[in-house]
């Protein structure tokens, strides 16, 4: 009986001090290059397969892992192809391990309320540490973190900032500081936080909120536990402002940065791939079918993905989807998102007594509000909205993007005012705010509502003071979370927010259950959360 005890305490151990080390591996040196790019590996193989439409959701094949060297996968491809009978579908059912979609649990505890529910919710979406797959499009994380749900199999950037919010706001801080240790891990492996930690999304980012999570950390667990981070939130801000140092009058744009008419340099979305998406690869090539210019398309498209408001007719110059043009559009989401990481690099360096630097971002900080200000203000609609560089235009489309001001105290209050009635009489609908005004088919378009913008502006708005129409949209938001819990055991990435008793719809892909941030906004306004 001993030797076997001792048998077993000996296997723990040893399984303890190789996941160490794999997790000291990782930390150690970049992966990143040596892992499966399909795209690449595969070469024209990849093409052929993601065409044919062997799966329903194209992302479903990138996510499958190869079950020998893509290499040899390719050469036995290329020997078979022509063969009589040669049936593509099993041929990667043999030679491709598919991914599993983990299905939200689907029944209700009678004993258990919805709090409950998604506070003990948050180990079924939890994934440990992962290992190195050098056969596999995951970025391996050293530390444990959540995933949405569904077909999200992996993080993504700016998710993890709502699912943060409710697991601080449910006292799991073990995943917290997991999961910003794995954003700063990225960082520092990669230069910026991808989209998700998959290798075909390796060409761009997604709203910057790593200097939100950090803020977080520090009203949770005090300034010291932000200082660590200095070294990454600069590395993000590089990445963002890359470029920046190359633009004239007669180079309006580089990368991420634009200069505007008055000199001021602000930032835009940009993916610096102008191929189709892996993931949405048969979608772009068909999309693409219908323009004369495809790169140019597949930049727009991938740099819509990077906003992750992925479809809008926020993007579009008029009323089809080929006439996306994200790359035009200063976001006023996205400069609130840069004004605050700036203002936090301000604030660490000023706590650290390096004042040289905090001037320097201070000024940067200032500077960037000035001119959301002056460009992003829609003086005769009377709300906060994007703006078109090539046009010299601020646009006339009301999205909850214009909530960002009023998050990021960046509103004086006389617009935020003005921003708050367009809010109440344009957008809110029973079940929540409306994400834009038009219908469109576009999953981020009427008449769905999202968890992160009904936080922001909720958020925003009592920043402001406006209570009243803040805990309005609080309540009716969770009245549809609790009414479609108790109708399905499900939490849902976005709702239809002008009548319950519909799902919600467009997109790429089918409503997804699970669900990362809408769990974590749920939380947060249930046990009145504060993140700063």
């Known amino acids: 009986m001993r030797n076997y005890l001792y048998l077993f305490f000996l296997i723990a151990f ?15 040196k970049p992966i990143v290059s040596t ?15 993601q065409m044919a439409g062997i799966y329903e959701d194209s992302k479903t094949f990138v996510d499958a892992d190869p079950k020998k060297d893509p290499k040899e996968i390719v050469k036995s491809y290329n020997e078979l192809k022509d063969k009589d009978r040669f049936d593509l579908k099993k041929f990667v059912k043999q030679n491709f391990t598919e991914p599993i979609i983990q299905e939200g649990k689907g029944e209700i505890d009678q004993n258990e ?11 079924y979406l939890k994934r440990d540490p992962d290992i190195v797959r050098n056969r596999s499009t995951l970025i391996p994380l050293p530390n ?21 919010i409710g697991l601080a706001a449910s006292g799991r801080w073990d995943l917290v500081d997991g999961m910003t240790d ?21 060409s761009r980012s997604q709203p910057p909120f790593f200097s939100s999570i950090v803020a977080l950390k520090i009203k949770g667990k005090g300034i010291e536990s932000g200082l660590v981070y200095r070294s990454q939130l600069e590395k993000e801000y590089q990445f963002w402002m890359d470029g920046a140092n190359e633009l004239s009058d007669s180079n309006q744009s580089v990368q991420h940065t634009v200069r505007m008419e008055g000199g001021e340099i602000l930032n835009r979305y940009w993916d610096k791939s102008d191929q189709p998406r892996p993931e949405s690869f048969r979608e772009d090539v068909l999309l693409a079918e219908k323009v004369e210019d ?3 398309l597949y930049r727009n498209l991938r740099s819509a993905a990077e906003s992750g408001w992925d479809f809008s007719t926020r993007w579009f110059k008029g009323d089809e989807f080929e006439s996306i043009a994200t790359t035009e559009i200063i976001p006023v989401d996205l400069n609130c998102l840069l004004y605050h990481l700036e203002s ?10 390096i004042d040289k630097m905090a001037e320097k971002y201070l000024k940067a900080a200032d500077a960037r509000k000035e001119a959301i200000l002056k460009y992003c203000w829609n003086e005769e609609k009377q709300y906060f909205a994007d703006y078109n560089y090539v046009n010299g235009k601020v646009s006339d489309k009301l999205t909850l ?47 769905n509502g999202w968890a992160p913008l009904q936080w922001i502006t909720i958020k925003g708005l009592e920043n402001y003071k406006f209570n009243s129409l803040a805990t309005d949209i609080k309540n009716r938001w969770m009245s549809v979370n609790q009414k479609v819990y108790e109708n399905t055991g499900k939490m849902m990435e976005k709702y239809n927010v002008s009548d319950s008793t519909l799902v919600a719809g467009g997109g790429e892909y089918p409503t997804q259950d699970g669900f990362g941030w809408t769990n974590g906004v749920y939380l947060g306004l249930k046990l009145n959360f504060s993140e700063y």
Do not use: M
């Not at 040893?14 to 150690?28: A, M, R, T, V, W």
């Not at 309320?113 to 180990?123: A, P, R």
């Not at 794995?182 to 390796?202: E, K, M, S, V």
């Not at 690099?345 to 706590?351: M, N, S, T």
């Open 35 to 49: 892992l499966y790019k399909p795209e690449k590996d595969l070469g024209e193989l990849f093409k052929v397969i």
């Open 144 to 164: 444990a973190y959540i995933v949405p749900g569904g077909r999200f199999r992996e993080i993504y950037y700016w998710d993890s900032y709502f699912t943060i």
């Open 401 to 447: 993007a214009g909530s960002f001001p009023l998050y990021y105290n960046i509103s004086d209050p006389i617009q935020a005012l003005a921003q708050s009635k367009a809010i109440n009489t344009k957008l809110l609908r029973p079940n929540g705010l409306l994400t834009t005004e038009t219908t469109s088919g576009q999953q981020w378009d009427a008449p």
């Open 182 to 202: 794995n954003f700063a891990h990225l960082i520092d492996q990669i230069g910026f936080i991808p989209n998700g930690n998959r290798t075909y999304y390796l």
């Open 14 to 28: 040893l399984s303890c001090q190789e996941k160490d080390s794999g997790k000291e591996e990782l930390q150690k």
């Open 344 to 353: 936090t690099l301000a604030d660490i360096y000023a706590f650290q007594g």
């Open 294 to 296: 495809k790169a140019k």
């Open 113 to 123: 309320d919805l709090k409950t529910h998604l506070i003990n919710h948050w180990d």
